[in-house]
């Protein structure tokens, strides 16, 4: 299991090439490990997403992953498992933020966030691999641009509701909703490896912002 | 919850807009449906998916990456730390002697160890190390413990060598160290534990080596030098120095220390002789009394959560008390201000880490807001996302104090804004700091969610904190808790009691108001009552707002025995004038204050007086209470000088009794030598 086609991760990169960057930066070349982060932050990213409770956790646990990578990268011996081994790193901060979280919020006044991180942190746990990120670009290339751009202004550049609502001239709820089908959409292109159904995504989907 | 229901929470969630009780109400609701606990779960992953696929910022999170990791303990500062480690004043730090002293020491090794080897087998089974002859290179190890005194007379008399015994008195440990600091060569090197092989080859030393082979020896020493300190325990605590007479007892083993002698977690001090000094790194120092004992004990690290820092000053230094995250990624900072330089200390697990300046770097200028969910971008602030969740000391080094009359410059910074419904109140502290020096002691702030959308902005100087740990008597066992934050001081507000609590959850809560009907459990109240002594058996603080009887209201406190002062500043005051004869007169006075024992002293009505005792010294302070004039006689003040000379109060000691006439809400302060 060496190859890109059996990583985990999915990279552009193929493991070899991934083991070279490795020795580089055991070496002493710092650069080679920036050229590593900018290979694998977003499959990472992806992963973290998959079963962190909130956005500031998926860019703490990835910053950590890495901060985490580099200080054990001596210990990584170059068989082509580069991306296992990174990966594992980041689930095990994962799960780590997530009991902690769920332990803290307890003691404290938040329980939904204790809540969603317990039951994060136990489906993390247990999860098998699960590797999105390929077929979500895919899916989301088959989306408008005025969807993409919603959700690149609503997720990305983190613009609220409310604000939103206000530059599109609608309701909260309806940016609500349209997020929510847009969602929908994808959720049903992934389901089926990355291939949106036509009749599907005309139903879930507002067609005035989908299929505009 | 039907899909639009779920679609709206979805967003309101994603945009932090849950009020507490929906919050809480959510919480319940899924905990009872698993079905919608699964559908909220999989739309958040899935948002967060989106926003992974879709972002374009991996360059800058590589920046940040490389300056975190340029800037962290991999790097410079794990270097810098451990050579300041190894730099302070530690017995067992190895010094490099000339040689003429390296063979004098070798030469009274040899002798040892030609009586040691003779006796090998019979002998104590403590550590060995290992001396090789005299060379005059200083790369070559030369090391021994040093040892103890009698060595070079009596080697035919070996029962009488005192490095047989594996546990000197201490007494043979102060000598011996004023042997070394008197020059005599005693101790060519000292070696680390470290540093010496485990075993010495005892066969091949011979019984009367010649020094000029450079044969190697082995010879047995007496512990007399405590351990070595773990690296992790001394940058897991800000340096704590102790001067002056005292036995510090470390893993098992016991020594006098000496001058500058850094205490480390674990380590118990008993004051002896004279009485010693405690010093930190920002120069404060405490007397201790003889029979003082003193324990550093280990330090505690809280789970962190995340809150929003208000920084309104440009340069500033923030300090993660407790909690790491080894990244500089996550909200929330907001900088109101022109340009802003960060450096980042962060804390876990018992190791400070500190990036290095530059690391973070925030040219307001050019910024933009960038916070969701914040309304209308507003030039010139910027949401920073470079900076770890926790709880942040904020210090400002440097940096006088300044109180801007519109609110602008204020102590966010310094010590973090302490204001309540738009006042500014200001804590400041017993122990003679002036306004501008306390700002650069450097204070503690904490911000907590009161769970209304609002924040408990909170701050209180770790020496007032320190001060009111300490116990009214003296001398009594102490747990040293300085220079970590020891208590957070609040009024009675128990909704910000309470999240202090929860922000901080195992530091004691002072209220510094009247109690409430309820008083919550882990809260006390520290009231100074507004007559009469303070209660006995616990720190009592005293609030005192600046004004023209500043100087009065503050002695009588201490009088009735106040252990901490809060000066509150309310609304646009400047303290600094009125504070500054005040500070420099508690300076002067702070160790029989905190550490003498206070006896009142009646000398009629309106007038409070007090004397405090330590052997040796004493204070006496005077305060007129009335509205007029008042000559007075106080007895047992022999040879005592005023603090701060006043004219005014014209001071005359004949003998035993010294005489005063002090005006009203007049302060008289005689201290000296006790009678």
């Not at chain 2, 290095?356 to 971008?377: E, N, W, Y």
């Not at chain 2, 904190?465 to 008597?473: D, G, Q």
């Amino acid at each position: 299991m060496t190859d890109a086609a059996n990583s985990p991760l999915a990279i552009g990169m193929d493991a070899a090439q991934a083991d070279v960057l490795v020795r580089q930066v055991q070496s002493g070349n710092r650069e080679a490990f920036r050229t590593l982060f900018l290979e694998f932050e977003r499959p990472i990213r992806c992963y973290l997403s998959a079963h962190a409770s909130s956005a500031e956790m998926v860019d703490e646990v990835l910053q950590a992953t890495f901060v985490a990578c580099y200080e054990s990268i001596g210990t990584y011996e170059a068989r082509g498992t580069f991306s296992f081994w990174l990966r594992g790193i980041a689930r095990n901060r994962l799960l780590k933020e997530l009991r902690q979280r769920a332990r803290h919020d307890h003691v404290g006044a938040d329980v939904l966030e204790a809540t969603l991180a317990e039951v994060a942190a136990s489906h993390l746990a247990n999860a098998p691999d699960h590797h999105a990120e390929p077929y979500l670009q895919r899916c989301l290339d088959q989306v408008t641009p005025r969807v993409r751009e919603l959700l690149q202004r609503r997720y990305v550049d983190q613009v609220a509701v409310k604000q939103l609502a206000v530059e599109l001239a609608h309701t909260e709820t309806w940016v609500s909703v349209t997020l929510h089908r847009a969602r929908a959409f994808l959720r049903d292109c992934l389901q089926r490896g990355g291939n949106a159904d036509a009749a599907h995504a005309a139903h879930a989907t507002d067609a005035k912002v989908v299929r505009s | 919850m039907t899909p639009e229901q779920l679609s709206v929470v979805v967003e309101r969630l994603l945009d932090d807009d849950l009020s507490h009780m929906e919050r809480t109400n959510l919480s319940a609701l899924i905990a009872q449906d698993a079905d919608l606990h699964q559908r909220l779960a999989s739309e958040l992953a899935l948002a967060l998916q989106i926003r992974a696929v879709l972002a374009q910022d991996a360059e800058q999170r590589a920046d940040l990456l490389m300056a975190t990791l340029s800037g962290s303990r991999r790097l410079a500062l794990a270097d810098r730390l451990d050579r300041a480690i190894d730099a302070a004043a530690l017995p067992a730090a190895p010094r490099w002697l000339p040689w003429t002293s390296v063979a004098a020491a070798a030469l009274l090794m040899l002798l040892i160890g030609g009586w040691w080897s003779q006796r090998a087998p019979t002998r104590n089974p403590t550590r060995d190390v290992v001396i090789t002859a005299p060379a005059p290179q200083r790369t070559i190890p030369v090391a021994v413990n040093p040892p103890t005194t009698p060595v070079i007379a009596a080697p035919e008399t070996p029962l009488a060598l005192p490095a047989a015994d594996p546990t000197p008195t201490p007494d043979a440990l102060v000598a011996q160290t004023a042997a070394q600091s008197a020059g005599e060569p005693a101790s060519p090197e000292i070696a680390t534990p470290e540093a010496a092989p485990e075993k010495a080859p005892l066969a091949n030393v011979p019984l009367t080596p010649d020094v000029r082979e450079s044969a190697p020896l082995s010879a047995t020493q007496a512990n007399s030098v405590l351990a070595k300190p773990d690296l992790r325990a001394l940058r897991s605590v800000p340096p704590v120095l102790i001067s002056g007479s005292a036995q510090v007892r470390r893993q098992g083993r016991e020594a006098a220390s000496v001058d500058g002698f850094r205490l480390v977690p674990g380590d118990e001090v008993r004051v002896s002789g004279d009485g010693a000094d405690l010093n930190d790194d920002r120069g404060i120092t405490w007397w201790c009394s003889p029979d003082t004992r003193l324990t550093l004990p280990p330090t505690r690290t809280v789970e962190v959560v995340r809150q929003p820092l208000h920084v309104t000053l440009g340069t500033v230094h923030v300090t993660a008390a407790m909690g790491l995250r080894p990244l500089i990624t996550t909200p929330h900072l907001r900088i109101d201000a022109e340009e802003a330089d960060l450096w980042l200390t962060v804390t876990t697990q018992g190791t400070r880490v500190e990036t290095v300046s530059g690391s973070v770097h925030i040219d307001i200028t050019t910024a933009s807001v960038q916070r969701p969910g914040t309304t209308k971008p507003r030039p010139g602030i910027k949401t920073v996302r470079p900076l770890a969740p926790g709880y942040y000391a904020l210090t400002h080094p440097g940096q006088g104090l300044e109180i801007h009359p519109a609110g602008k410059n204020r102590l966010s910074v310094i010590g973090g804004r302490f204001a309540r419904d738009g006042d500014l109140q200001i804590p400041r502290i017993l122990h003679g700091t002036s306004a501008t020096v306390a700002a650069d002691l450097g204070g503690t702030a904490l911000l907590a969610p009161l769970a209304d959308g609002t924040w408990l902005d909170q701050a209180a100087y770790r020496h007032l904190n320190a001060l009111i740990e300490l116990p009214p008597t003296t001398p009594a066992t102490r747990i040293l808790k300085h220079p970590a934050l020891s208590a957070w001081v609040t009024t009675n507000d128990t909704r910000a009691a309470t999240a202090m609590r929860r922000a901080d959850p195992l530091r004691p809560i002072h209220l510094a108001g009247p109690a409430p009907a309820k008083l919550p459990t882990w809260a006390t109240t520290s009231e100074l009552p507004s007559d009469g002594d303070a209660p006995t058996g616990r720190a009592t603080l005293a609030v005192i707002p600046v004004d023209a009887q500043v100087h009065a209201h503050t002695w009588d406190a201490l009088i009735r025995g106040a252990q901490g002062l809060i000066w509150t500043v309310v609304d646009q005051h400047d303290p600094a004038p009125a504070l500054q004869s005040l500070t420099a007169a508690l300076d002067a006075t702070q160790s029989l204050l905190t550490d003498g024992s206070r006896a009142p002293i009646a000398l009629g009505d309106g007038i409070r007086a007090a004397r405090w005792d330590r052997p040796g010294r004493r204070l006496v302070v005077v305060v007129n209470r009335n509205d007029g004039e008042r000559a007075l006689q106080i007895p047992h003040t022999s040879g005592l000088a005023q603090v701060g000379a006043d004219e005014s109060l014209a001071v005359s000691t004949t003998g035993d009794l010294t005489t005063a006439t002090l005006p009203p809400h007049g302060v008289l302060i005689l201290q000296g030598p006790a009678p």
